[in-house]
């Protein structure tokens, strides 16, 4: 396996048709461009999504912890629905204090308070062989009427295309964070980028939108970026999007940032950015609803036919790598060493 998140060609050779007992009560199972499934329970639907605990510990407990909670309730929030249970494994390193846990914790219990998110169960310990950033899994649930529930295979020809926040959200938000004092950038735009970390949750962007109505598929653009977003969500519903580059948001630090790290930063990793495809008398209500939140987003492209993204009638490659952990690498030598 190549490193990071599985590419499209492993899950058709060693994923898909290997998914173990077929029931009837599976909505949507294992699709590639699918960050959860859904089984139905009675009158309600569940959607459930399984994710790396990552405590990046170089941010700071704050920002680690928050981080780190967000992206275990954002791929079910992208369902239309809140998150309402998370069960947490935490394997965390031998010597690790149970002073660092409780500042850990007491953050997942603040961030899951807030949604109205229980810590249902889990499992805690240290073992051999683990290590920060990545120390344990989250599942996690999010409950409620099938009326309510978006899916990523919903998207339909003559659909508009809507962005939120734009590219790089997380990659600038992490890299001018963890290295904005050494960047030769002026004052103003180093701030810009360590706020875009703030923006590196995906939550409210979706629940907003769905709760507007006539959003019909939502995706995340984490790894390999908004690119691979467009592209996840047009395999996952088997369509095609035509998008308009101008049109895309593009938050403040975020072309400075990239410009000066060597990164594109349309493959670039965007934790907080949602790809939604919308009903197109739908649109300005999602928008208003969204620029109510504070949450920048644009109509920047329509569904077609067909399959594959295509960007100023362009085809858009769809990313092998994402840059942003190379870059980290670089700086850390740069900076730190």
Known sequence: MDDGKASREFFADHVAGRT??????????????????????????????????FVMRELGVERAAWFAFHIAVSDVAL??????????????????????????WSVFDREARDLGTSLTTGHTGTYEGCAFPTV???????????????????????DRVVVTKGPAIETTGLLGTLFGDDLPLDAETVDAARERFWDASPVRDALTAAAAGGVT????????????????????????????????????????????FGVDPWSASSEGTVVLTVEPESV????????????????????????????????????DSDPLWPAYQRAREQFWA
């Open 284 to 319: 300005s209500g999602v928008l208003a609803a969204l620029a109510e939140e504070g949450i920048p987003a644009a109509d920047a492209g329509v569904v077609e036919s067909g399959a594959g993204v295509t960007v100023d009638g362009d085809a858009l490659p769809e990313p």
């Open 79 to 104: 369902s239309g629905l809140p998150p309402a249970h998370l069960a947490l494994t935490l394997n965390l390193p031998p010597g690790t204090s149970t002073e660092a846990f409780d500042d850990i």
């Open 217 to 260: 598929a939502m995706h995340d653009a984490t790894e390999r970026g908004l690119a691979n977003g467009f592209h996840e969500l047009a395999a996952a519903s088997d369509v095609a999007l035509a998008v308009d580059r101008e049109a895309v948001p593009v938050a403040p630090g975020v072309r400075e940032v990239c410009d000066y």
């Open 20 to 53: 173990g007992a077929d029931r009837a009560d599976v909505r949507l199972g294992p699709t590639y461009g699918a960050d959860f499934g859904v089984v139905d329970v009675g009158d309600s639907v569940v959607a459930m999504a399984a994710d790396p605990v």
């Open 136 to 158: 344990g899994g989250a599942t996690a649930l999010a409950v409620g009427d099938p009326a309510d529930l978006v899916v990523p295979t919903g998207a339909r020809s003559g």
